[in-house]
């Protein structure tokens, strides 16, 4: 019965994070079907721990703030993350644009740091932030020396959802590009996952395996294609092989 109503509050935490303008009682009950009366109790149990938190405006409720805290702990004990981040800083300083560093975890593209450009395009990818790696360059870097069928996985149906006007749909087209990221050591997102906006994107390896990725990423007009060519790739190719390189030891 206890592990019952644990497996209940986790689909409703799971619910909530997804929802970030927060859900009515009626909608939650709704949503997992559970009785109203039961998704009360767990309200109420939650809400004084701080795992949730109910808008004083709407009466909605959300996520609450021990999450925050939760979440800090753990990106505190990335390795990686530690290791990227004042190259993550260089790289914006070098480039002004915004520069993200994800990693993959079940099958999702999530991002663990951001340093956003001060006056450039505005993204709502933040840390936390998670998606599909399909459309993304640091999604397809972190995809690209996967065995195929482990990518299969990821996508058992083989449905790729469209983002931007020019995301990949066909798994084949999505193995090929794959096949080329890997040969040449970078991705490039052009209005893949956002219309308007492209992105270049390196891996960062530790112990011989691709541990994250790093990206650029801007507006069409800031981030032109003979700019990536002749300038970004080659920062962020650089960029990713030094935080590699601090990662060895």
Same mark, same amino acid.
């Given at each position: 019965?206890?592990?019952?109503?644990?497996?209940?509050? +986790?689909q409703?935490? =799971?619910? %909530?994070?997804?929802?970030?303008?927060?859900?009515?009682?009626? !909608?939650?009950? @709704?949503?997992l #079907?559970?009785?109203?009366?039961?998704?009360?109790?767990?309200?109420?149990?939650l809400?004084?721990?701080?795992?949730?938190?109910?808008?004083?405006?709407?009466?909605?409720?959300?996520?609450?703030?021990?999450?925050?805290?939760?979440?800090?702990?753990?990106?505190?004990?990335?390795?990686?993350?530690?290791?990227?981040?004042?190259?993550?800083?260089?790289?914006?300083e070098?480039?002004?644009?915004?520069?993200?560093?994800?990693?993959?975890?079940?099958?999702?593209?999530?991002?663990?740091d951001? +340093?956003?450009?001060? =006056?450039? %395009?505005?993204?709502?990818?933040?840390?936390?932030?998670?998606? !599909?790696?399909? @459309?993304?360059? #640091?999604?397809?870097?972190?995809?690209?020396?996967?065995r195929?069928?482990?990518?299969?996985?990821?996508?058992?149906?083989?449905?790729?959802?469209?983002?931007?006007k020019?995301?990949?749909t066909?798994?084949?087209?999505?193995?090929?590009?794959?096949?080329?990221?890997?040969?040449?050591?970078?991705?490039?997102?052009?209005?893949?996952?956002y219309?308007?906006v492209?992105?270049?994107?390196?891996?960062?390896?530790?112990?011989?395996?691709?541990?994250?990725?790093?990206?650029?990423?801007?507006? +069409?007009?800031?981030?032109?294609?003979e700019?990536?060519?002749?300038?970004?790739?080659?920062?962020?190719k650089?960029t @990713?092989?030094?935080?590699?390189?601090?990662?060895?030891?």
């Amino acid at each position: 019965m206890k592990l019952a109503s644990l497996t209940k509050s +986790i689909q409703l935490i =799971d619910l %909530l994070g997804n929802h970030p303008q927060g859900l009515s009682l009626s !909608e939650i009950s @709704a949503t997992l #079907g559970f009785p109203k009366s039961t998704v009360h109790h767990m309200l109420r149990t939650l809400l004084p721990h701080e795992y949730v938190y109910q808008f004083p405006e709407t009466k909605r409720y959300g996520l609450g703030y021990k999450f925050l805290e939760i979440s800090r702990g753990i990106l505190n004990n990335i390795d990686v993350r530690r290791v990227a981040h004042n190259h993550l800083r260089i790289l914006q300083e070098q480039t002004k644009e915004t520069v993200q560093l994800a990693t993959l975890r079940r099958g999702r593209f999530i991002y663990i740091d951001k +340093i956003d450009a001060s =006056d450039g %395009l505005s993204l709502v990818t933040h840390i936390g932030y998670s998606t !599909e790696p399909h @459309a993304a360059a #640091g999604g397809k870097v972190l995809l690209a020396e996967m065995r195929a069928e482990d990518i299969r996985q990821i996508y058992p149906d083989k449905y790729l959802k469209p983002y931007g006007k020019n995301t990949i749909t066909r798994f084949e087209d999505l193995l090929e590009e794959l096949a080329r990221i890997k040969r040449q050591g970078y991705a490039i997102d052009d209005e893949e996952y956002y219309e308007g906006v492209r992105c270049v994107a390196a891996p960062i390896r530790a112990g011989g395996r691709i541990e994250a990725a790093l990206s650029v990423t801007g507006s +069409i007009f800031t981030m032109t294609k003979e700019r990536i060519q002749g300038q970004l790739i080659d920062l962020a190719k650089t960029t @990713a092989a030094e935080i590699s390189a601090e990662l060895r030891w």
